[in-house]
């Protein structure tokens, strides 16, 4: 029998390694940059063509590589961060598998320009599908200048998946954020195509945060200080006010590297469970400063993804800091003792010569009874009759305070026969064929029995279709313009989501203006949202949008729609009229699947005629 197993070939291997680090454009950035940093560079230049898929240039000032070392960074498991397995347990850079370089090279056409502080020339690489091309002298700065060129070119499988321009653009940005929040004295520019995204001087932490989420979270946020045995945290927390449903901004660093947790992000929330309402989110800025030997990096190859020794410990002392920052700067009422510069509050004190009213003396009369009606209390007015006050409150007439008593029947028996007792009061609707329970639920009669309708979700339904609909047929819904316009701030990962839902936006009724550097103007909101916060509003579609992280126009349109008709569907709670319920269902039973909304809820539950005998033993 003959031997069937062999090794892959370099390439083959270098493929299958860039399925698992390298899935998009987003992630050669991520690569590039850290590789950037970890090379001590503190100014690094992004340009970007086509979203990454035609090119992506990283230039940075690190400290270079030499010619020997230009060539071995793209052999696999070629790396300058480690040298023995104890290493991983002491981690203090970014890359450390030694994986980037030969995944990248081995799905795209890549040229590195490279030289040291030195050297009096640098290098230049041509490498194309993991095979090197050409390797020559160059005339360079110092630092690294990588070119990676038509990505997944070899690979038309995976280039065929990836999202649109804008999608894929996005996805870039959020990678960009997560680094420069970890990295504020680093320098940072980003260009798509000739237009510049970013632009970020160095900076401290808060300013950094400002810069790229807007100024108003300069009033949002509360600073975190503590230090323990275990780990070292600080950062920001956003106060309760900055809560919302979608897209709040959450972010975890440890040792310099981003990190998602669940866990952690659990006792976050815990220490808001009574402040917020249910499903919302506070921005969160935290940064964990930890024994590497305590923590384990080495888990997924996006980095992502981290344990901790300590988890219990880790969880309270996160909880303990918040708690405290909270009691701190919200829970407490601050006072402002400065009254410098402040309008004088004229106050009472005893002199001959102010300008007040004299204020009545009340002596003591020891002759006083209780018992007199005529007596008049002794009291000096000075320049005021103060018995003017009490004119008009003497006791009136007999029988007068007896009539003003609320009168109470005593109930009979013919009162007591047609009461329906409960423990809570049920409104029927004045034909009797609608029962609003709880101002939540109508309950009415079909052929299949006794049909429960959620309203809210009902509405739901009903409002989705009319938004889809003006989508799909692109005519423009009734807009109301706003008395004065709502200013709204976009990240710099959501910009090129809201450029791409211009359109649409403008059918549902918004009227957008770009103010530049991510700030936008709402002057106009769909009619019938005026009661609602109209940047809530577009700011949850566009959350909508990125979690669906979809191209499919026909997705986005529903997402749109779908958005829009759970804000502004009518409220569990809100009190319906008799026509209006019977409106409501009828809208409903004429839609084309009234029984679940577009998300997969129930809308109708019915308790069918054999169910109703079956409670009675029939």
């Known amino acids: 029998m003959s031997d069937i197993i062999h090794l892959l070939p370099d390439s083959v ?17 991520k690569e590039l940059v850290e590789n950037a940093i970890d090379a001590g560079a503190t100014q690094i230049d992004i340009h970007i063509t086509d979203a990454g898929k035609s090119l992506i240039q990283i230039v940075d000032n690190g400290k270079g590589m030499s010619p020997t070392d230009a060539r071995m960074a793209f052999e696999r498991h070629a790396t300058s961060k480690i040298k023995e397995a104890q290493d991983l347990f002491s981690l203090q850079t970014m890359g450390f598998r030694g994986e980037a370089l030969a995944s990248i090279a081995a799905v795209a056409q890549v040229e590195l320009k490279t030289c040291t502080a030195t050297e009096e020339v640098g290098t230049e690489i041509h490498i194309a599908g ?5 390797q020559t002298v160059a005339a360079c700065p110092v630092g690294s200048n990588f070119m990676v060129k038509n990505l997944f070119y070899n ?9 649109s321009n804008q ?12 680094i420069v929040l970890v990295n504020p004295t680093v320098s940072f520019k980003l260009q798509h195509y000739d237009s510049e995204l970013l632009n970020l001087p ?12 807007g100024k108003k979270m300069n009033q949002d946020l509360l600073s975190i200080q503590t230090e323990t045995s275990i780990v070292r945290i600080h950062g920001f927390v956003g106060r309760k006010e900055a809560a919302r449903k979608k897209g709040a901004k959450q972010f975890f660093f440890v040792n310099g590297r981003y990190m998602r947790h669940p866990y952690f992000h659990k006792a976050v929330m815990e220490c808001y469970e009574q402040l917020l309402l249910p499903g ?9 400063e930890i024994d590497p030997a305590s923590i384990d990096v080495n888990i997924h190859p996006t980095k992502t993804e981290i344990k901790f ?46 300008e007040f009213p004299e204020f009545p003396t009340i002596s003591v009369d020891d002759n006083y009874n209780p018992f007199q009606n005529s007596y008049t209390p002794p009291i000096k007015t000075g320049s005021r009759e103060w018995n003017r006050l009490f004119e008009g409150l003497e006791k009136p007439a007999s029988g007068r305070w007896e009539n003003l008593e609320p009168a109470i029947e005593e109930p009979t028996e013919e009162t007591l026969q047609g009461t329906l007792y409960t423990e809570q009061p049920i409104s029927y609707a004045e034909k009797g064929t609608y029962l609003h329970y709880k101002k939540t639920y109508i309950i009415t009669l079909m052929k299949r029995g006794v049909a429960v309708i959620d309203q809210h979700r009902a509405h739901l339904s009903i409002l989705f279709h009319k938004y889809l609909n003006l989508l799909r047929e692109q005519e423009r819904f009734t807009s109301q313009r706003l008395l004065f316009p709502e200013l709204i701030h976009f990240s710099v990962a959501e910009r090129p989501i809201i450029e791409m839902l211009q359109k649409e936006l403008y059918n549902l009724g918004f009227e957008i203006d770009n103010l530049g550097n991510g700030t936008y103007s709402i002057s106009s909101v769909p009619s019938g949202t005026e009661s609602f916060n109209p940047e809530t509003l577009l700011y949850d579609i566009v959350q909508g949008v990125i979690e669906k992280d979809t191209q499919v126009r026909t997705e986005l349109e529903e997402i749109m729609a779908l958005t829009l008709a759970r804000t502004t ?7 319906l009229s008799t026509e209006e319920m019977e409106s409501l269902v009828a809208q409903l039973l004429a839609l084309p699947s009234p029984n679940y909304t577009p998300d997969g809820k129930t809308v109708i539950s019915f308790i069918e005629e054999d169910s109703i005998s079956k409670l009675f033993g029939r």
């Open 13 to 29: 291997a270098n493929q299958i390694a860039a399925g698992e680090v390298i899935q998009r454009p987003a992630s050669v950035v």
């Open 130 to 134: 993991s095979q090197v091309e050409s």
């Open 155 to 163: 690979v038309p499988a995976r280039r065929k998946f990836l999202k």
């Open 167 to 178: 999608t894929e653009l996005s996805n870039i940005l959020t990678e960009i954020e997560r």
């Open 202 to 213: 160095p900076a401290s932490l808060k300013q950094r945060i400002i810069t790229l989420f």
């Open 280 to 288: 919302e989110q506070v921005p969160y800025f935290l940064y964990f």
């Open 309 to 354: 020794e300590n988890e219990q410990a880790v969880w309270q002392i996160i909880v303990a800091a918040i708690r405290e920052a909270l009691g701190k700067f919200q829970s407490v009422p601050s006072i402002d003792f400065d009254t410098e510069g402040k309008p004088d509050i004229p106050v009472y004190y005893d002199d001959p010569t102010t």
């Open 569 to 575: 569907a009518i409220s569990i709670g809100q009190d």
